[in-house]
């Protein structure tokens, strides 16, 4: 029986950044995310928002003939949220952003039919949620100072590395705040450079080290580790719950990302797994609107470190859910994830 109950619509956004954001990969301003709404035979809308990147295989076009597939393998009851995600991986591998989008529309719509938030359906407590990070992409002097300056809200900033300039950025950067200060190489370095660049860091107060060298180097990440005096937190290098154990004493800690690990139950397992050898868990994003972030929200009272600051990087956010308020989370108290149109 396919899904007599729920149907599947999905839209393209154009959303721009108020600046160019470049990281060591290259930089652009214009993103286009995927709104994906399952509506009940009652009417009610679960939201979700995949926010495909071409580094992990995805574009707007491949989520959009994704959802047409998993559009015909719907689950008959919406609350059998574990079901649904698992015949979406069996129906068509890979596509983690797609997979991700349909995830939290499901547990928007149940949300919103129970008439609970979605912490609040998990047992969580939404004063847990930690400080967020905000990213100063990598720019001219002027711009990221300036950035520094539009930052203001945030108590921890997030500088891109990994280009032949660090140095300067670090410099620009520490001129211009005391803030607490993490980097992020998007897997840029070699071994020997980031090693080189430790006592930098150091010396700069770098407070915590994301992907410093490309995705399969584990051995790399070990030695990096083992001279770091600050956290080395694996982004590249795991995309879903089965990476973790090879991580396991090269690395301290494990970025999880929704358009990584294709859904919010993936999520919560990742969070288990990495909570049980140990390491530090830090929940981030890509540049997507309100509607992906909150939903990448409402688990982060079960982590250590959040970067969840890509709606706020937008010129024209088309949602309204999550917000900062004295650098913390403050997660929407509205049914489901508590999402609006602007
Ligand atoms: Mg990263």
């Known amino acids: 029986m396919t899904h007599p109950h729920l149907r599947l619509e999905a839209e393209v956004l154009e959303l721009r950044t108020t ?25 009610t809308e679960g939201w979700g ?11 707007p076009e491949s989520v959009l003939a994704a959802l047409s597939l998993y559009a015909a393998a719907l689950p008959d009851d919406p609350f059998d949220l574990e079901g649904a995600e698992r015949r979406w991986e069996t129906v068509l591998h890979g596509n983690p952003s797609a997979r991700s989008a349909l995830s939290a529309a499901l547990h928007d719509l149940v949300g919103k039919r129970l008439g609970v938030p979605l912490y609040r359906l998990w047992g969580l407590n939404p004063a847990r949620a930690p400080q967020s990070t905000f990213t100063i992409g990598i720019d001219t002097v002027e711009v990221m100072r300036a950035k520094v300056t539009e930052a203001e809200p945030y108590p921890v900033l997030k500088i891109k590395l990994g280009t032949d300039r660090d140095l300067e950025i670090l410099r620009t950067i520490r001129d211009a705040t005391a803030k607490e200060i993490r980097v992020d190489a998007n897997a840029a370095w070699t071994e020997k450079q980031a090693i080189a660049m430790l006592p930098v860091l150091r010396e700069f107060g770098v407070t915590l080290l994301e992907q410093p060298l490309p995705p399969r180097d584990l051995d790399g990440l070990a030695a990096v580790r083992r001279r770091a005096t600050m956290p080395v937190v694996a982004d590249e290098s795991c995309l879903t719950v089965a990476d973790i154990p090879a991580l396991v004493g090269k690395v301290d800690g494990i970025n999880i990302k929704l358009a990584k690990c294709g859904g919010l139950r993936e999520a919560l397992r990742m969070i288990a797994v990495a909570r049980a050898h140990g390491l530090l868990v830090m929940v981030g994003c890509m540049i997507e609107s309100s509607l992906g972030i909150t ?11 959040v970067d969840l600051d890509g709606a706020a990087l937008l010129a024209d956010d088309p949602f309204v859910g999550t917000t900062i308020a004295e650098g913390r989370v403050v997660l929407p108290t509205g049914p489901g994830l508590g999402v609006r149109r602007r």
């Open 19 to 43: 600046h160019s954001f470049t990281i060591a990969r290259g930089g652009r301003s214009d993103y286009r995310t995927i709104w994906v709404r399952l509506r009940d035979e009652d009417g």
């Open 49 to 59: 928002e995949a926010a495909p990147s071409r580094y992990y295989g995805e574009t």
């Open 295 to 305: 939903a990448a929200a409402h688990v982060t009272p079960l982590v250590d470190v």
